[in-house]
Every structure is written in C-alpha cells, then in structure tokens.
C-alpha cells in the first residue's frame, strides 16, 4: 500500500474535512501542498494543517513534482479547468461534488481525464458511509429483496459560503449542492446498472430571496421500475437532516446520518463548543455525531479512492457516475420547468439492462395468491384472486 | 352531554376497532344494534362486544327506535346507500374513510345529507390522533412558522380483507385505502382553508397480481405554495408505518404513530400475543403501540363527533372534508395516467384564499441578507447579495 | 356500567390531572364537588372544570350526598384524616400515591379502610400507562421468559408546589415523590406475588438547598432473585426521564414514557404553548407527548378503579400495595442511613411464594451445554463445561 | 508519524478487531508477526490478514527484530508472562482488557513496565468510542455542569470463547468481562482525578450453570460524590446492549453505542449476512451498526496510542488506569460477598483531590431559591425556604 502527498484546491469547508481526514488517525496520505485563490486563506489553512507549502498559483500546485494526486475542492464553476490542468499534468484528480455544473460540463470533464488516461475519482462522501457501505452489501446479498423505492432526504438552513448561493457559479441551487448527493446515494441503492430513465421535479424558492431554488422534490423511475425520490431543501430548520430509506420486496433499510445517531445531549448551555455540522443551537437538546469524517463517509470515501489508484482499479465513484448525477439533475431542472416527467439524456450508457421487478404470482388451485396472514390460532388466512372473474375471496386454511 | 346509542353498519376491522373505542374506557355511549351481511359474523360481532342486537337488514339496523346514531364501517362501495338510508331515516350518520369510491360519488353523499339536512361526520381516524392534534394546535399558535411541506406515509402489507384488493367495489388501490389518510393529514397541515390546486402522481403495482396500485407517492401544490407529499404502499415489509413530518419557515415537526413510539420488545418467541395492528413477527424486536384506539385517534375521532352533536357544531372532519379528499384521489389517478400535473376539480370550494408564503428579505446597507451565522468567537457572519448585479459575498459583523 | 359523581379533594396539579381525566372524552364521570384548603383556588378550579360546588370543608365534599366516590389529590400529610373521614362516611376512596408518609400510616389507612369495609383504591397511574398494561400482560404471556431485572427511572428537575419539598409534610425527598411510582412498577413486572425481601440504597443531596435527598438509587431484591433498580432524582436536566426497562430469560423490553414516543418538534421559539409537564424550554428541539393523561396512565386507572367498583371486585392498585410501597421505602430510607442491606419489613404479606428462577443445564455427552451459536455456515458453536473438572471447551457441530 | 510494526500476541475475536484496525482504511501501522498456541489458528489469522509470519513460542514474537510494539490479545491469565516478556525486551506494549485477574495481578504487571521503563498502553476501546471522546470533551468544557452521576451498560447474551466462562482463568464472570470497561468509561466522565472511594455491588447467576456470575449492578461512590453506576450482564436478549448515560447539574448526555445508532433494517430472511457482533437474529428487525471498528474505539484508541509513542507522552489509558479498574473491581467481588459498601484499596493514588459537588444556594430578600420557573404569562414562580423555620413558599413575581 503506497502512500500518497496531495495537492489540495481549495480552503473551504470541504477543503477542511478532506484534510481532517486525510491527516486524520494513522493515515499514510498527507496534503503537500494547498491553493488558494487567497494569499491569506492558503498561509492559515496551511498553518492549521500543517502543510508544507501553499500557493495561490493553480499550476504550480497541480504540478508540483512532490504531488502524487490532485484534490478538488474548488467552487463547481472551477472544475473544468483544473481537472483539465490536473490531467494536462497527467496526475490522477480527485474532484469533489457535483462534478459539473451541468451535464455537458461534466462529460466534457470525463472526456478530458479519460483522453489523458488519468486516474479520476468522483468525491462523492455520502455514498461512502459506513452505514451506507454495509447497507448496500446486505441489499447486494439479497436482505431485502428487489429494491422498489428509496428515498434519500438533504435538508439544512443552507450553505455557509456566498458563492453556493449564486447560481451562475454553481448550476442551480438546493438540487445542485444537495441533490447530486441524494441521487448518487439512489443510484447504489437500486444499482448502478439500473438505467435512470426519467424524472419528474417540482422546485420552489420559499424562503430566500434568491433566484434559484431552495426546496426540490423529484422522483426518478429506473428501468426497473423503482423509484428513487430525493428531497432537498435550504430552508430546514433544527440542524441538518440526513436520511436515507429504503424499501424492498423481502425488507425495509432506515439511516439516519446526523440528527438521530444515539448521541443526545441537553445542556443549558454553555460550553458544548462546536456540536456538528449545520447545528442550529447551542442549548437545549443536541444531537452530535460521534466521527463526522468517519460518519459522513469521507474516511472510506479516500480508501477507496487510494486503494484504486494502488490496485489499478476504478473506484466506486467515478467520473462517469458523477457525469450520470449531471445528467439526472439536469432532467429534474428540466422537469421543474415543463412540469413534466422528463428524459434523463446520456450520451452514452455504461450500464447494462435491469429487468423488471418481477411479482411472481403464487397459485392455489388454479386462484392467485395475493396474501398470506398466520391468524392466532395458528391457521392461515389467504386472499385469493379468481383469475377469470378478477374477484376476491378470504379462504382460510390449517396452517 | 348526552349519550348516544349506536348502529353500527359493518362487522369487519374497522368496526371491531370503532366498538372497542366506544365501548372502552368510560365510554357514555353503546353499540345498540349491529348490521352485518352475514347473519354468522353479526351475531359474533354481537356476542363480542355485548350488544343487545343484530341485524342482515340494513334498514332494521338504521330505523331501531333506539338508534340515535349510524356508523358506517362498511365496505366503500356500499357508503352511498347506506348513507342515503340513514338521511332518509333522518339520523345523523358517521362514515367511515373514504367517502366515496370518487369525488363524484362523494359530492352525491355530500349533497344527500345536506339536503336531508343530518348531521354528518367523516371518520377519519388519523387527524384525530393525540400527536397530531397536539401538534396541529402548535402550528396553528406559530410554533413552526408557515407551513412550506408535509409528508404523510401509510405503508404495509396490505390489507386484511379481500375485498379491499378489488378496485371495483373501492375505488382503486393502495391510494383510495391508504391516501385518503395522508391527504386529510396534510390538510390539517397545511390549513383547510388553503386550496388544493393540482396534484402529480405517480403510481405503480409492484409486487400484487392485482390490477390497482399497490405503491404511490404524490405531490399536492397548496395554494398558498405548501407542498404534500403522500406516500402510500402495500408492500412495506416491517409492519405498518405511519409516519408524518412537517416542515414550516420556523420549525420542523416529526411524527412517528406507530412502529417508534418508545415502545420496544426483544422476544426469542411465544407468549407475546396480539402485538399490533400489521405487526410482521412474532419473534425478534417487536414495536407495539401502547393504546391502539388512542393513539390512532379514534377516541378523540368520537369524542368530537359527539360533541359537536351535542353543540350543534359542524365536526372537524366533515362530509365536505371527504369529498375535498376524494377530489384529490381522483387528480391523483388521472395524473398517473397523464403522467402529468393535474387540477383538483371541486364544485365548490368552501375553504377561504391563502397567502403565497412569505418572504420578507431583511436589508442591510442596501444588500439583501442571505443568512446569518453565529461563529464561534460571537461575531456574526452575513451572507447578502447585492441586488443591483445579483453577485452574493460573505461579510462578518461584531455579534 | 354506573355513572359515578366524584367528591375531589385537592385543587393542585394531580387534582387538575385526574379531573382531566375524569372530564375528558366521553367519560361517564363527573366531578361534584370540590374541596380545597383555599377559597379563592377551589372555585378557580371548579370553575375551570364545571364543577357545580365547591367548599373549603373537607366534610362537606367528603359526606355530599350526590358524591359517590372520594377522590384523594391532598399532599401526602392529609391523606389519612380524608381516608378516615371518607371511611367513616361508608364512601369508596381512591387516594393518590404515595399512600402514606411511611409504612406505618399507610398501614394504619388499610386497616381503616378494611375495617369500615369501605372500597379504597391506590391510585398508581404510571401502572396503568397502556404500554405499561401491555407489556405486563406480554410478560404474564411469557414472552420474555422469568423476569431477571427490572429498571425504573423517574427523573425531573424538581417539583411544582412548596410543600413537595417539606420531608415533614412528605415523609421524604425524591423517593418518597417519585420511587413510589417505580416501586410499583417494578412490582407489576416482577409478579404482586413475589415478595420484597431486602433493599440497599443510595441517597445524596447534590443541588438542591434542602434536608431531604434529591438523587437517589436502590437495588430491590425479591423472593425469585429478581432484582428492582429505581432511580429517581429531582436534578434532572432536559424535562422528565420516564424510562422502563425489563430484562427476562427469553427476552427484553423497553418503554419510553415521556422524552422519547415518536413526537418531536424543533421550533425557533414562539407560539409552542405547552408542550409537556416539567419541560425545560420552549426553544429547539422539544419531545412532547401526544395524550398525556392517556399516556400517563390516569385514563386507564380511572377505568379500572371503576369498573371494579362496578364488578365488586379489588382494583388492580389496592391499598395493600400502597402499603408495601411504603415499606420498601421505609427499608430504602433504613438502608441509605445504614449503608447496609435492610429487609422490608411487613406486618403481613399476602402474596404466595415464588420460586427462584430457574436455569435448567441442558446436558450432552454428560457436558453441561453453556452456550449454543450459529455459525455463518450453519454449523453450530457449542460451548461446553465438564461437571468433574470445571474446564470449559469449544465444540462445533452439524447445524 | 512514524509506522510501526506489530507483533500480535494472541487470534481471537479480539486480536482479529485489533487487526482489522491496524489494517483497515490508510492505516500506516502492520501487524509483522502474530503469536498464538495452536499453529493452526497462528496460520489461519496470518493468512486472513496478510502477515508476513505466525509462530507459536511468544517469545519469537516479542523478540522479533522487526517488531516495533507488542500488542497482547490474549486471555487474562497470559497477560502477566507476556508483560514481563515484553518489558524484558525493552518493547512497548499495549495490553488489551482487564489488565489483570485482580489488582495484585495488575500491581505487578504495572511496576514491571515501570521498572522496564517501557511503554504501556491500556487497550481500552469503549474508552475511545467517538461518541465518549467528544461527549467527554463536551464535559470537560462544562456543557452538562458538574457530574453526578455515570450509568454505564454493557450486556449481551454471552462471550464466544470457552476461557471466558472459566473464572479461574479470568479472574471472575460478568464483571471482569464487561465490568472493567463500565468503571472506565465512569472514570472519563467523572474526572480521572476523581478518586474512587467505594463500591457496593450485588451480584447473581440467573441463568448460566457457571460458579460466577452472569449479572451484576454496582454503585461506585467518587469523592466529589458523583456515582457510577454500572450493569452488566451475559442473559441480555436482543444482541449487545451497549449505552452510557451521564446526569450534571446543568444537563444530560445520552449515548447508544450498538442497538439504536440510525441504522435500522427489516428482512424477512435471508442475505443479510454478518450484521453485527453479538446480534441473536438474522430476521426481522436488526440494529447493525455503521463501522464497528470505529463505532466501538478501536481506530481511536491506536491513534493514541501510536501518537503518544511519537510524541513520547502517556497515552489516555494507562497500565495505572488499568489497576484502578481492577481495584474497583476487586472491591466490587468483595462488596458482592460482604454485602456492604467496600473501599477501594489502591496502593498508591495517582489523581488529585477533587471537592464536593457544589450546590449555591441562591438567596432573595433572605429567603433560599429552590427553583425557578417561567409560568406561561411570563411571570416566575419561585419555590424559597426559609432557612430559619424550615419551611417552604411558593411565591409569583414578574419575569
């Protein structure tokens, strides 16, 4: 297992839990080097992390000879054109979410990383929680049946930066910073594989005075027929809600990833310091999660992603899934306008064909099963269909 | 406050659950006579629940002289008459959820009662549950601001009797017996006066060989700009999950009826008995609910339906209530056949005009402010867009 | 079923809780007459309540002749004058807990009850919370096997009124408040029938300025081997702990009665209104409960105590009860000065014997089998014991 | 940040968890040989982790001139000639679990290492949890006030090797196993330089034929006068019961550590595959947790404990941890016998003093507050004790 000297873009937020991460526990990677559009954003993240070098030169960043790998955690509007200069460099990149603004963006961004024949991961956290990791497993295993439905739900007050709120830089709004994790967290769920056909999306700004919006609803129908539905909003109040359901023929998953992790606290205040991510108050009940980095998938998230570049593998999250999440929001901001269920537009599909969510009726001379109940007395009552008549009837039978 | 003597129409779950709720507790007021279609089940029913008689004549059971009030809990394609034979006996009449199989056939019951002039109420249990009347009163007093969006889930396994999977005698599927519920729940969210304007819908039958939805979700357009969100299945694996969340420009409210309601058993099997109403297991982690008929409403459901006969009010659940959610049934289904927005079409709408929800930016040197966060050190950190170019820019403040 | 006209005795907190109760729904029950110390409170209350009269002699509500039964909500150094008089006027009495200040006077208010022969009923809601009722009857089922350990947990920031505070008006602090509600939970669990042998005790004086305890735990050990854990504290900070928990041979339960049932609310603050006895704040995230009297337990206790009444029949919360509350607290008084284990001294016992619980070895090969695990292939991990040497081993065998 | 190399002494559940840290995400660390009796299970470990080499004399292993630090996770009864062996190597050491049988026992293997001069870690995962570092941390800022007192539970339905069932070998039953990282977890949270003072326990065999015991509650009593409370047990039924509730004067922390962290699942069977340690139930309801490793502190409790290598500082838990562990213990089996509170013997006191939970009482117009609360009109109502009389007040003034 190698160990990999990073250079980092960007020193938000998002450049701060990378880093957390990376130089977090026993970890073998460490940041070599930071830009920052900021003389003085670059010197303190650099300071607080302890990094080398900074610089507010992008090439000189991405082209630093001690750089094994690029790490993007720049604004969505400069993707494109340090992914083009990571792979101009022919270092492997690592770009954050969503990868594009949009959908011809992003295959841009994956035309360009794949014509360089760079490594390109897609650092997409939340598909990558611990919970999330073993509960597609066990769906993968069988424990739930066929996947029909899942719900993944977004919800904070809004993001800390100014340049989130303006769509121009971003490519839209809630759907943009949220969505593309929702959609993604779906798409392991019902299968990568499960062609995303179309979307249907209602929007609205109700809070904010801004021009994008701040609460997005959408279903999205696979070719399976499941149905993913994201819920997204910047106007949530109590924290950050982060929840993820999903339903099955044989079986039911519910995570809950930040506001209900079985850690509760009620002070009167006063010294809890800083609580989590999008917390609302500092008194009365508090819901804390132990390990942000851990829980929020950012530690198995860089695994991966190593991992990969070590074993010459692709990693869960690629270029081409972030390109596919473009591609699907792209069709929700569509839906929002036309009112309409809309076509998700691919240039290409890399998954193969998903058959239908089979309902394998069951017969009972010669009438369709459509209910077994074990009644008290340990008999069971059954619903029957006569297929001729299309009536129903209770029988009940020994058990 | 008076007592009132009962005819209950209809011996099968829901009258089981409706006498135990009249007959429980203090309880003032008696089943007097019980009508079945079935002599077998109706005396049962009868010896059951201690009630003096029973009927197969619907009639005899509605016109007893000692009859003070009908209660139907009959299947939904025989409301209509049952209703226009206890306006014609000229007895007040409660019935069971949902009104009609369709709005049209609602507007007629509607309309049947008003112009015998009885008093009719409409038994929707579950806007009558302690926790959702609580908390119903609290949106109302402020507590969670404007309403911006609600979701209201009913899932299981299906039901219990055959003839609820025969589209033909209910209506349709998993909407008409499980979105009924979420609809009125939304209603009472989001404010009854605020109009339904049009709904999307999309539906599917994923795992029954029956011709109706067995799984829906929908989107309802308020108005005043609220969203309701139903999500209605029978094929949820776990029991039965009833579960609400609202969200409003203040505050956020989750509501939980049954499969969490601090309520939690680990039994390696036997002896538990009748846990709860779609319970799955017998063994294992169970989750029953404390007081049934408490908790889903029905004592309060009765409560108000007999004393607003006692006052001569209009209950909070009323015929008109019925027919508004059969309105929106019947958008919904033509929506999932449209795949399109569809307008709820009412006769006559009875409720008053909503307000869009309001959002009033606040200004601060003439830049719109965004949002407000607290930082650690005390100072404030804005976020505001300048309205002349639209660009947004972080600033921070002393506290 | 009778109607019965209450004589209420006390205007404090619990008076307005079972007058709630009695008031609430569709009870069949009315308060007559009311009896407060002062004034000016007494006809507040009734006429919060529509009672007809109320009186500042105890006598005159005691000996009314509409009152059928007394009902005893006076602070616990005023309960054995009423039981007296009401005794002496040859009326029912159902008195509040705890029943006395210590064993003695509680056994002195039996033995004037029993003498005149009057019914007397001990009013313990939280036996009566329907989860409650529940889970003692899945338990009687044997669905959780013999009952091995049973923890009650009722814990506040301090109670309402001055003369709570008072050990001379009280008989104690927080035990003699709160411990007698777990005390008799912990009975229900274990079985009525098996005897309280000896407690050990904790107590301490942590916040508040006063003489009596504020924390307090004790370890109730029974006849089975069955152990009752209560704590109770009046420095519990976050609103009110009411928390159950049953461990058996075959299984485990858990009951949430207050901070935790499935009803959570985040406000900004403004327009909650009351939300929950003994909450903390009005601000963030609030948990309050749906039908507090029906979640409490007043709802069904009433009925209990009545339909009793009616069958001629004890209730399920006798005076002898109340008795042996008061014992176990004297003994846990007794322990928390000695520091030693105390028996609980009863002047009779009238519940039979329990056996101890059981542990029945299973044998093979004449190895005592300890513990029994599938493995992930369907074998089964045996871990055995040799009765001659005491060695324990390993052994996996055919599933 | 240096890399170390380890030899593992021992295959077992725990030695495999150990390993799975050490090897698991970016870890930097490697296990270099492994040390177990049976050849077999040496090779078989080797190969499931990837280790270079496996042997059966321990001393191999310790002396191996590759090995950096000796980690020993092997049972009880070994620990003390594997310490002496590591410390006569001069090697660094970290010892899992009770440190000793007793405290004699960890006495000496604690002035061993400190003869040595080498360095001794105590692995104390449960100490490590995510959720405790940062809720102690939250304490130590004084989000909860001062600390009165720390429930700790850990219960399951038994261990999964046969040494653990033999007292001989371990030194004792539940307590031992379960109990040393009960009282450890008390001792974060009350202050490690909160000298224990005393202990009484009870203890049981309910339902395993084994001579010690399967169930135990203790109290231990801290010089501030905070308690500790702890239960642990082998007859939990429903998996691994693992939570830690900690009471202050201003506030409360909740935490579950395995059965309710946000990850819940229904199957009807089937698929599921590993869901978590100790779970009963591979059907129905099932409570897996996220990243066990991490969940439980074992990823937290290496990066101490390398770091403080590095760094050259002792780590949080210590050989001296440990032997106080053991004398809580110690005192817990003599108190069980005595029935009696028993003291703490410790040979030596490492922490401070720590004062008396304190309690201000505040005074108005010379009268005590004993409680303050906000009535709904916004006035308070004060509860005061006269300090000369004794007696108590309410008394309403403007808020």
Redesign the interface.
């Known amino acids: ?1 190698q ?1 990999y000297r990073i250079a980092m873009l960007g020193t938000g937020l998002i450049g701060d839990f990378y880093t957390m991460t990376l130089h977090g ?5 460490t940041v070599r080097i930071v830009y920052s559009r900021s003389e003085e954003r670059g010197r303190a993240f650099g300071e607080r992390w302890g990094i080398p070098e900074s610089t507010t030169d992008i090439k000189t960043a991405i082209e630093h000879p001690d750089g094994d790998v690029v790490v993007i955690g720049l604004p969505n509007f400069l993707h494109e054109e340090a992914i083009a200069a990571a792979a101009a460099a022919g270092k492997p990149v690592l770009c954050t979410k969503p990868l594009g603004r949009n959908a011809e963006e992003a295959r841009r961004m994956l035309e360009t990383v794949e014509r360089a024949g760079v490594f390109a991961g897609y650092l997409e956290d939340l598909c990558y ?3 999330s ?3 597609v ?2 769906v993968q ?5 066929e996947v ?2 899942v ?1 993944s739900r977004e ?1 904070h ?2 993001p ?4 989130f ?2 769509g ?1 830089l971003t490519g839209g709004g809630a759907i943009v910073d949220l969505g593309c994790h929702c959609i993604e967290i779906i798409r392991n769920f019902v299968g990568k594989g499960n062609r995303p056909v179309e979307v ?1 999306c ?1 929007t ?8 994008d919006e701040d ?1 997005a ?1 959408a ?1 999205i ?1 696979f070719e399976s ?1 499941a ?1 993913g ?1 994201f ?1 997204v ?1 910047w ?5 950050m ?1 982060l929840r993820d359901e999903v ?11 930040f506001l ?15 609580v989590a991510e999008k917390a ?2 500092e ?6 999660v ?2 942000e980095v ?2 929020l998938g950012y ?2 998230m ?2 991966d992603m ?1 991992r990969a570049l070590d074993e010459g593998r692709a990693p869960q999250e690629t270029f081409y899934d972030g390109y596919v999440v473009n591609a699907i929001m792209d069709a929700a901001y569509r839906s929002a306008k036309s ?3 809309e076509p998700v537009e691919l240039f290409e599909w890399r998954g193969g064909s998903t058959p239908r ?1 089979t ?1 394998q ?1 069951e017969l009972l001379d010669g009438q ?1 099963v ?2 077994r ?1 074990i009644l ?1 007395d340990g008999r069971q ?1 059954l ?3 006569d297929p001729a008549t ?5 029988r009940v039978i020994a058990g």
Chains 1, 2, 3, 4 share one sequence.
Not at 141 to 145: E, F, M, P, S, W
Not at 235 to 239: E, L, N
């Open positions: 297992m160990s526990q026993r970890g073998r990677d929680t611990p919970k990791l073993k509960a497993r066990a295993g069988g424990a739930i049946g029909t439905w719900r919800t007050p809004g800390h930066s100014a340049w709120w303006d121009r249907m209602h609205d700004t109700l809070v904010h005075p801004i021009a609460n609803i279903l129908r027929g149905i539905q819920e909003s106007t949530f109040r109590g924290g809600d339903a099955g023929t044989h079986g039911t998953i519910w995570m809950n990833h209900r992790t079985g850690f509760e606290m009620f002070t009167a205040g006063g010294g809890g310091g800083y609302e108050t008194a009365g009940w508090l819901f804390p132990g390990d851990s829980e530690v198995d860089f695994t190593f009112r309409a269920w969510i309902a009726p369709v459509i209910k109940e008290p009552k619903i029957l269909k299309g009536d129903f009837v209770d």
